[in-house]
């Protein structure tokens, strides 16, 4: 399935969702952002996507907001723009199936808080990152202003919001914020068989993982503990828990089947 600014297409288990704005460095725009939030939400109760991949056309993943149609619009069309977007971010966080993002060439403003509410970044050497809002005289949109701190604690996210100044993917890295770095000729080889790693995983405990640690940041210890008493019981029931223990016993590579 393809519309204007999206491509989709459902590789076995991997569901690929690949910005498609080349021209303007997949800049946002509205069909962009629904399309997005359409093939998500379609993923959410199919069961032969296991693992979602977004990646961008051509030569970057993302500028994020379009700079050509900053300033045209007013403020309550801003306000609808951010909802339409709001709502792509919370269903990318409530999705109980890895989201990875591939990201090469820039990621900019939006673009790269995009990247950062996915579960995992895999990214080129070579990628550069910015968080430009304040070049124009905006403030972070997209979740950003929550995942960053999150991750590199508040200090450090309010010099780069502050300065928009250009991170290299090795500082991101070594920050914890990009999970994996490869060459660029080896990123789509590399996220493909991640991608698989974890569509031929235990996919409901992954799921059920995703929100515990997203859960964390926000609630208590107690309230944590409880839900892992609440959801073990669950997980102990299923086919992939009573497999992955008979695999170990019988010494070979567990076969999961999300079940």
């Known amino acids: 399935m393809t519309n204007e600014h999206l491509v989709v297409e459902k590789l076995g288990p991997i569901l690929s969702l690949t910005l498609n704005r080349p021209e303007s460095l997949n800049a946002f725009s509205p069909e962009m952002i629904l399309g997005l939030t359409d093939a998500i939400g379609g993923a959410k109760d199919d069961e032969e996507v296991q693992v979602i991949v977004l990646a961008g056309a051509g030569r970057s993943?993302?500028?994020?907001?379009?700079?050509?149609?900053?300033?045209?619009?007013?403020?309550?069309?801003?306000?609808?723009?951010?909802?339409?977007?709001?709502?792509?971010?919370?269903?990318?966080?409530e999705i109980e199936k890895p989201i990875i993002a591939a990201v090469h060439g820039f990621a900019a403003g939006a673009g790269f808080n995009l990247a950062l509410a996915c579960d995992l970044?895999?990214?080129?050497?070579?990628?550069?990152?910015?968080?430009?809002?304040?070049?124009?005289?905006?403030?972070?949109?997209?979740?950003?202003?929550?995942?960053?701190?999150?991750?590199?604690?508040?200090?450090?996210?309010?010099?780069?919001?502050?300065?928009?100044e250009p991170i290299p993917a090795e500082r991101l890295y070594q920050l914890g914020v990009i999970n994996y770095l490869f060459p660029l000729e080896k990123l789509q080889e590399e996220t493909t068989k991640l991608a698989l790693r974890l569509a031929n995983g235990p996919t409901k405990a992954y799921g059920r993982q995703k929100k515990l640690v997203d859960q964390a940041f926000t609630t208590s210890l107690a309230d944590i503990l409880e839900q892992e008493r609440l959801i073990q019981p669950l997980m102990v029931e299923t086919e992939d828990h009573q497999e992955g223990i008979t695999a170990f016993k019988e010494k070979r590579k567990p076969a999961f089947k999300g079940k």
């Open 61 to 93: 993943f993302s500028a994020g907001g379009d700079v050509k149609t900053m300033g045209q619009a007013r403020g309550n069309q801003v306000y609808e723009h951010i909802g339409k977007l709001n709502n792509l971010i919370l269903l990318m966080k």
């Open 121 to 164: 970044i895999i990214a080129a050497e070579d990628s550069k990152y910015a968080l430009s809002f304040s070049k124009v005289g905006l403030i972070s949109d997209g979740g950003g202003s929550y995942h960053l701190p999150r991750l590199i604690g508040p200090h450090l996210a309010k010099q780069f919001f502050f300065t928009a």
